[in-house]
């Protein structure tokens, strides 16, 4: 792994430079890059300092740190005659003044190509992996930060292959893919084993055109887990919605999906258990200067918690981009995860409300200078467990 941290870093100090910014968005199944045309490979590099008050996550001793972190990135793509391949891989290292044994490293991979076989569809292939550190007072050590003298590693990978049919001016548009991941903790597997598991699914969307910029969409998905070491919690979910969407720019686009999901388990210890579901998305872009965008949906997920238990989930999420000047710009961007924690004998019920507000600046075309807050609060049933946590920064952005 460390090898792979080096070369990432390396590319970033020495490739040629481009000015290009692509953005890549991903949820626990799929993942999706932005496009440009041509090969293009961009290395990046961040790098910040700062100090966070309550790094153990405690209600009632805080412990304050200082936090070095260095995040070389790199975005690769190839565009062939029908093909296209893009790859980004990032990496982060973090330094800590006062927990030196909490050092570490997070790194990701996605990867997704694309291949055009007749005029208007294609088949892709996704894949995605994940490896990160879970900080002492957060996850399997809620509440207890001290009980561990350093936190867990858990990683999380995905790979799926689909089908897609017309483009966005199409009548009629429709995307399937079939795919398996799977989640482990890394460490402490006499603990963490029975939370393992993996999952086999398939999703299909389809959008038709009913008037201007308007489509009827709907959305299916089923999923298969299965928990070789917890047999209790294999359980197949089920998803339907319908609604419109609309999109009259790149900049301004409405998603309003309604409909249910089902968890459905295979021993009688859990209820199955059917609730409403939604997922909405809006982005609007009123003035050149100014973008808001706001997401809000529900979903079933597995527990981070020793006891035997599923994750009911609703989530809330605003972003606001303003630009002051063509150098000065604000990002401003705020989550409520509402979280129900069903156990065979128990409920717990969670909000984590995280924020942040950045201030950058464009001292050059390659060079970005940026200090940052952000703030997070944790409420749970269990008192002991919740925390207040704020964090201030600064630092520097290097895109070559």
């Given at each position: 792994?460390?090898?792979?941290?080096?070369?990432?870093?390396?590319?970033?100090?020495s490739?040629t430079?481009?000015?290009?910014?692509?953005?890549?968005?991903?949820?626990?199944?799929?993942?999706?890059?932005?496009?440009?045309?041509?090969?293009?490979?961009?290395?990046?590099?961040?790098?910040?300092?700062?100090?966070?008050?309550?790094?153990?996550?405690?209600?009632?001793?805080?412990?304050?740190?200082?936090?070095?972190?260095l995040?070389?990135?790199?975005?690769?793509?190839?565009?062939?005659?029908?093909?296209?391949?893009?790859?980004?891989?990032q990496?982060?290292?973090?330094?800590?003044?006062?927990?030196?044994?909490?050092?570490?490293?997070?790194?990701?991979?996605?990867?997704?190509?694309?291949?055009?076989?007749?005029?208007?569809?294609k088949?892709?292939?996704?894949?995605?992996?994940?490896?990160?550190?879970?900080?002492?007072?957060?996850?399997?050590?809620?509440?207890?930060?001290?009980?561990?003298?350093?936190?867990?590693?858990?990683?999380?990978?995905?790979?799926?292959?689909?089908?897609?049919?017309?483009?966005?001016?199409?009548m009629?548009?429709?995307?399937?893919?079939?795919?398996?991941r799977?989640?482990?903790?890394?460490?402490?597997?006499?603990?963490?084993?029975?939370?393992?598991?993996?999952?086999?699914?398939?999703?299909?969307?389809?959008?038709?055109?009913?008037?201007?910029?308007?489509?009827?969409?709907?959305?299916?998905?089923?999923?298969?887990?299965?928990?070789?070491?917890?047999?209790?919690?294999?359980?197949?979910?089920?998803?339907?919605?319908?609604?419109?969407?609309?999109?009259?720019?790149?900049?301004?686009?409405?998603?309003?999906?309604?409909?249910?999901?089902?968890?459905?388990?295979?021993?009688?210890?859990?209820?199955?258990n059917?609730?409403?579901?939604?997922?909405?998305?809006?982005?609007?872009?009123?003035?050149?200067?100014?973008?808001?965008?706001?997401i809000?949906?529900?979903?079933?997920?597995?527990?981070?918690?020793?006891?035997?238990?599923?994750?009911?989930?609703?989530?809330y999420?605003?972003?606001?981009?303003?630009?002051?000047?063509?150098?000065?710009?604000l990002?401003?961007?705020?989550?409520?995860?509402?979280?129900?924690?069903?156990?065979?004998?128990?409920?717990?019920?969670?909000?984590?409300?995280?924020?942040?507000?950045?201030?950058?600046?464009?001292?050059?075309?390659?060079?970005?200078?940026?200090?940052?807050?952000?703030?997070?609060?944790?409420?749970?049933?269990?008192?002991?467990?919740?925390?207040?946590?704020?964090?201030?920064?600064?630092?520097?952005?290097?895109?070559?």
């Amino acid at each position: 792994m460390r090898v792979l941290l080096l070369f990432i870093a390396f590319i970033s100090y020495s490739s040629t430079a481009f000015s290009e910014t692509v953005s890549s968005t991903r949820d626990s199944l799929n993942g999706e890059f932005s496009f440009s045309e041509g090969n293009l490979l961009l290395p990046q590099i961040k790098t910040s300092y700062g100090q966070i008050d309550n790094f153990l996550r405690s209600g009632n001793e805080p412990q304050a740190t200082n936090v070095l972190a260095l995040s070389p990135e790199l975005f690769i793509q190839t565009q062939g005659d029908g093909s296209l391949f893009q790859l980004q891989a990032q990496a982060s290292h973090f330094n800590f003044s006062e927990f030196s044994g909490d050092d570490h490293y997070d790194y990701s991979l996605l990867s997704k190509f694309h291949l055009r076989f007749a005029e208007s569809q294609k088949i892709f292939a996704t894949g995605f992996i994940d490896d990160k550190y879970e900080y002492r007072g957060t996850g399997l050590s809620l509440g207890d930060a001290s009980a561990l003298t350093e936190g867990d590693r858990k990683r999380n990978q995905f790979v799926n292959v689909g089908y897609l049919y017309g483009h966005q001016d199409s009548m009629a548009r429709a995307k399937f893919l079939v795919g398996y991941r799977d989640f482990s903790y890394l460490t402490r597997e006499d603990i963490t084993k029975p939370l393992a598991y993996s999952s086999s699914y398939l999703q299909g969307n389809f959008d038709y055109l009913i008037t201007g910029k308007t489509y009827f969409s709907t959305k299916v998905q089923l999923e298969d887990f299965s928990h070789n070491s917890n047999m209790d919690l294999e359980r197949k979910q089920y998803l339907a919605l319908a609604g419109v969407k609309w999109q009259s720019t790149e900049l301004t686009r409405l998603l309003f999906l309604f409909g249910y999901e089902k968890a459905q388990f295979d021993n009688s210890l859990f209820k199955s258990n059917n609730r409403f579901a939604w997922q909405v998305s809006v982005l609007w872009n009123p003035i050149q200067r100014l973008k808001l965008n706001f997401i809000s949906g529900s979903e079933i997920k597995n527990s981070n918690k020793i006891e035997k238990s599923v994750n009911y989930a609703n989530y809330y999420g605003v972003k606001l981009d303003y630009d002051f000047t063509d150098r000065f710009l604000l990002h401003i961007s705020s989550k409520l995860m509402d979280d129900e924690f069903v156990g065979l004998d128990n409920l717990i019920k969670e909000d984590h409300i995280s924020a942040s507000m950045r201030l950058q600046y464009r001292w050059r075309h390659w060079l970005n200078a940026f200090v940052q807050y952000s703030y997070d609060n944790f409420d749970s049933t269990i008192i002991k467990d919740n925390y207040d946590l704020r964090m201030a920064s600064f630092g520097f952005v290097v895109t070559f």
